[in-house]
């Protein structure tokens, strides 16, 4: 019987054994050197291999295939959607790596009649589909009068649509705006720490060069004490990285990761657009996921504040069996928009403001690019050439569509995850014992 085409084998971090994984069969096992000689050689003389679905028929295969991408499909469908809105493009920040600095100043203003009409779009195209807005920028939450009365008036529009709102905010007024956040269902608060207060301060400041960690840290605290749900990001480079164990301790010994409003991410900082950070400084997948391996075997308290994926490693650990394979990556144009304060349409907060990358308006007329569209909603594995044939295509799903497009030109081309080594990494950090 042949191997499976979606046999995913990785020599295990720091280990003698092999991990292999295949998504289809939803299959899983850490096996030795010589197992991974006999399974390509087509040897199964306890016809364990073909139960796991390491060998395999082609034709039931395929076959397989078909139902796991329908089951896929019709899943998306009923999936939430997360609804971007970018009140403005400006900020009080001058991050050192802000992909958005380069984008055009934009003359109009947000007002109510292009707030009533996002609302109004979303009630008739979005009618009957779980979804979520989500606040962007920019910085949304801006000092000001003005822009306080805004987001009062977006926050009560949402109110009227029963929709949960998220903010992506660097958390600088947070604390002032802790009163308007209490009148709306907040689904979280995205906010930047990229370090403990040096490392920070020397990478996110206001544009004056003034210090902003202790401001941000006061908004944390008040959102998680008024029970709002808080997501930590720390966007890492080879600047800060090293940075994590101090961060982590800050932020346990804060209290903050007891708290069950608070969870926590890791961005990768990477060339998008504007981004004006230089490449030197920048990390691809496998080696940032190399260090933080690193850093979490000689700082174990590290995965009290954050426990990274390893692609599918983590959620076979605390979950006992694999996820939905991934024919899909890209939620853009699928469960995820993105709209601007001068009435344009995107594919997502990748795209969200970059000239070129406009799919319609929906203000003050209802135009959209449908071709464009439809380009961005058909795009996954069985799209892409280069997928078609990947072995590791289910655990991958294509990367990012917007990364993909910016360095080759078009949206249905691949943006490749290291998977093998992800995995690697994972099943000695979560699996091996």
């Known amino acids: 019987m042949p191997l499976s085409n979606h046999n995913i084998i ?88 802000c992909y958005q600095e380069g984008y055009n100043p934009v003359q109009q203003v947000l007002n109510t009649d292009i707030i009533d009409a996002f609302f109004n779009y979303v009630k008739v195209e979005f009618a009957g589909r779980p979804k979520y807005v989500t606040v962007f920028g920019g910085e949304p939450l801006l000092p000001g009068e003005n822009q306080r009365k805004l987001i009062a008036y977006f926050l009560n529009k949402s109110n009227e649509a ?76 080879k600047e800060n990285l090293s940075n994590l164990p101090d961060l982590s301790r800050f932020a346990i010994d804060r209290g903050w ?36 391996y690193e850093l979490l075997k000689e700082h174990p308290y590290i995965a009290e504040f954050y426990k990274p994926a390893f692609s599918i490693a983590k959620y076979i650990s605390e979950h006992k069996e694999l996820p939905t394979a991934l024919f899909d990556s890209c939620p853009a144009c699928k469960t995820e928009w993105a709209f601007d304060f001068t009435g344009t349409i995107y594919s997502c907060t990748a795209t969200v403001g970059n000239k070129g990358d406009e799919l319609g308006t929906f203000y003050p007329t209802i135009t959209k690019n449908e071709k464009a569209i439809s380009e961005w909603q058909n795009r996954d594995i069985t799209t892409i050439e280069e997928c078609k044939t990947c072995n590791v295509a289910l655990a991958c799903g294509g990367g990012c569509a917007s990364v993909a497009k910016h360095k080759n030109g078009h949206v249905n081309s691949p943006d490749c995850r290291p998977i093998k080594e992800l995995l690697s990494l994972g099943a000695a950090y979560y699996l091996k014992d």
Not at 215 to 228: F, M
Not at 265 to 277: A, K, M, P, T, V
């Open 257 to 292: 990761t007891i708290s069950p409003y608070f969870k926590t991410q890791i961005g990768r900082n990477y060339e998008l657009h504007f981004c004006n950070s230089t490449p030197e400084k920048l990390y691809d997948r496998a080696t940032l996921y190399n260090h933080l």
């Open 162 to 237: 029963k929709l949960d709102v998220a903010f992506v905010t660097n958390g600088y007024t947070l604390l002032s705006y802790i009163d308007l956040l209490k009148t709306a269902s907040i689904r979280e608060i995205q906010v930047t720490l990229d370090g403990t207060e040096e490392v920070h301060d020397a990478r996110r400041y206001m544009k004056g060069k003034q210090p902003t960690f202790s401001k941000i840290v006061e908004g944390v605290d008040a959102c998680l004490e008024a029970g709002i749900n808080i997501n930590l990001r720390m966007v890492v480079d």
């Open 10 to 97: 990785t020599p295990i971090k720091d280990s003698e054994e092999y991990f292999i994984v295949n998504p289809l069969s939803k299959s899983a096992d850490i096996i030795s050197a010589n197992e991974v000689k006999m399974l390509k050689n087509n040897l199964d003389p306890s016809g364990e291999f073909s139960k796991r679905g390491y060998l395999i028929d082609a034709e039931k295969e395929k076959r397989a295939f078909k139902l796991a991408y329908l089951d896929f499909t019709e899943k998306r469908e009923a999936d939430e959607t997360q609804l971007f809105f970018v009140p403005n493009y400006s900020c009080n920040f001058a991050c050192s790596y």
